[in-house]
Structure formats: structure tokens, C-alpha cells
């Protein structure tokens, strides 16, 4: 039998729903032994998101934005850190990070249209409809833009820290 190579993407960020999604990903659709690549991608807010009025009238000064900036920087590497560990603990597999700016949304449908991957494979923060409704789903827009097939996995309420 001939295993295909597959490259499998998954959109990590802090939440434990993203960690979920990328150890339910490794228990139940990466082949032991495969020559699966797991691409872990983290999208980093751009700079002028934070650079804008502070709610004050102010803009915040440059030693406030490279702090910032250097934070974003901190957090990008404990997320793909925590990511290559959870790898690393299912088994030998090709692991690759990508660390973009901008929009979540944005960019895992932009990164997915380059990558052709043969999945993309995202966590549900589990937003009820009003929450959903405020601040989006990131996920249902990656299900509605992207071409290649994307699963969403949702952690059980049993858990969720609620």
C-alpha cells in the first residue's frame, strides 16, 4: 500500500481549544509512520491594530508599541513551542511553523490557498450564537472561504473551564 504524503494544517493560537484541536488532529487523522507534514500556523495582530487611539484620544508611544510588539513576539514562540512539544510527545512527524501578521481570518485562508493543504484543521472556541454574533467565528469563515476540506474540532463541555 502506498501512503500518500499529506500536509495538514492546523491554526493554533493560546487557547486550549486550539491545543485540543491539535492533539485530537495527531490521536485521529495523522498516520503513525506517515510521511505527513503538520504545518502549525499562528496569526500575530498587525502593528497598527494596537498603534490606533487608545480610547483616550492618545496614540501610545513608541516604547508602549515595541513593547507590544516585543509581547506578540514572546507569545508567537511559547504558542509554537507549545505546539512542536505536543508533536513532539505523539511521535516522529514532520512539524514546519508559520508565524503571519494580520487578521486570523485573513490569514488562514491565505496561507491555506498557498499551501493547498489537504486539510486544514481548526479549534471552535464553542461561541454561543450572541458572543458568535459580536465577535465572528473565525472558523466558519475559514469553512466558507477556503477550497481545501477544513475540520473544526470542538473540545467536550466536560473539558471546558466555564
Not at 512539544?85 to 516522529?92: P, T, Y
Amino acid at each position: 500500500m502506498v501512503v500518500k504524503e499529506r500536509k495538514i494544517l492546523v491554526a493554533v493560537d493560546k487557547s486550549e481549544d486550539s491545543m485540543y484541536a491539535l492533539s485530537w488532529c495527531l490521536k485521529n487523522v495523522v498516520y503513525e509512520n506517515s510521511k505527513d507534514t503538520l504545518v502549525l500556523l499562528y496569526s500575530k495582530p498587525l502593528r497598527f491594530s494596537y498603534t490606533a487611539l487608545d480610547g483616550t484620544g492618545y496614540l501610545f508611544s513608541s516604547d508602549i508599541v515595541a513593547t507590544m510588539e516585543r509581547y506578540n513576539n514572546e507569545l508567537a514562540d511559547c504558542i509554537m513551542a507549545k505546539g512542536k512539544k505536543i508533536c513532539n510527545d505523539f511521535g516522529e512527524i514532520t512539524v514546519e511553523t508559520r508565524v503571519e501578521n494580520g487578521d486570523a481570518r485573513d490569514v488562514i485562508c491565505h496561507v491555506a490557498q498557498r499551501l493547498v493543504p489537504d486539510v486544514l484543521v481548526m479549534g471552535s472556541h464553542g461561541y454561543g450564537l450572541i458572543k458568535r454574533a459580536f465577535l465572528g467565528s473565525i472558523s466558519y469563515h475559514c469553512t466558507q472561504n477556503v477550497k481545501c476540506p477544513v475540520l473544526v474540532v470542538k473540545r467536550p463541555k466536560s473539558s471546558r473551564n466555564h
